[in-house]
């Protein structure tokens, strides 16, 4: 897909990355480095701008000219392709980020009310087990199987639904609807502006499930998705002060 972002969008996009690559370590290392550097303090900076600056966005500017990090990867074989795909997920996801997601919530909620001096390790351990427990109940169905996931991320008031999964034998169940609605009813909580989605142009059943709930199609991505590749349906819902827009259209329109 080749696209020309402009106004809005190219606000929305470049604050969606700052936000991926921003965290806590960016927050806090950069003053702790400048500290530790002293007098040498701006080639410390250079060389921090060029590692965790300069090459993250070479990355993404790579990724995207080759039309995605398989193209990319492609170029080289595409047994490496798939290998380097694969670890470049679990670096970032299993390896790095979900382990961080029970570590930052860890050092704010448990080191502070322990005795100076107490050691940490088993604690964190402790808590990690819990933490990583209780994500995983709260997603199983009745049959103690996790039955579907759905994210969203929200730019300023801006909402992008990156997924709705439901495990194949769970599907017409409602599960979806459900998953859907907290996204709906986190919207009109935090008055959004809009919710927007993509979805396959032959999931019909997922066109007719969001076209239900008030979406309504505004464009189409050219083959968007892949294996198989195929177009994505840009499917979208306003809001007006936190309310649902009555005039949603309807589920086909722009198709």
């Known amino acids: 897909m080749n696209?020309?972002?402009?106004?809005?969008?190219l606000l929305v996009v470049g604050l969606t990355l700052f936000s991926m690559f921003f965290g806590a370590g960016n927050l806090i290392f950069p003053p702790f480095l400048a500290?530790?550097?002293?007098?040498?303090?701006?080639?410390?900076?250079?060389?921090?701008?060029?590692?965790?600056?300069g090459l993250p966005v070479l990355g993404v500017i790579a990724v995207s000219r080759a039309g995605g990090l398989d193209c990319l990867a492609g170029k080289v074989h595409p047994a490496f392709s798939m290998v380097f795909t694969i670890l470049i997920y679990l670096s970032i996801g299993p390896c790095l980020a979900i382990p961080r997601t029970a570590s930052t919530s860890f050092e704010m909620a448990v080191p502070p009310f322990l005795p100076s001096g107490t050691p940490t390790m088993w604690f964190q351990f402790g808590y990690s087990l819990l933490f990583f427990a209780a994500?995983?109940?709260?997603?199983?169905?009745?049959?103690d199987h996790v039955a579907g996931y759905a994210g969203l991320l929200v730019v300023l008031d801006e909402g992008y639904i990156t997924n709705v999964a439901v495990r194949p034998e769970c599907r017409r169940n409602g599960?979806?609807?459900?998953?859907?609605?907290?996204?709906?009813?986190?919207?009109?909580?935090h008055k959004l502006a809009f919710l927007t989605l993509e979805v396959r142009a032959?999931?019909?059943g997922a066109i007719a499930l969001?076209?239900?709930?008030?979406?309504?199609?505004?464009?189409?991505?050219?083959?968007?998705?892949?294996?198989?590749?195929?177009d994505a349906i840009i499917m979208t819902k306003e809001f007006t002060d936190g309310t649902?827009?009555?005039d949603t259209?309807?589920?086909?329109?722009?198709?």
């Open 135 to 143: 994500a995983f109940l709260v997603a199983l169905d009745d049959e």
């Open 175 to 189: 599960i979806a609807q459900k998953l859907l609605q907290v996204f709906l009813d986190f919207a009109q909580a």
């Open 210 to 230: 969001y076209g239900s709930r008030g979406f309504r199609s505004v464009g189409r991505r050219k083959n968007y998705y892949e294996h198989p590749k195929e």
């Open 3 to 9: 696209e020309t972002l402009k106004g809005r969008r």
């Open 244 to 246: 649902e827009d009555p």
């Open 35 to 53: 500290a530790q550097a002293g007098t040498a303090a701006w080639p410390a900076m250079a060389g921090f701008l060029m590692s965790a600056v």
């Open 202 to 204: 032959s999931n019909y």
């Open 249 to 255: 259209g309807a589920a086909a329109d722009g198709l």
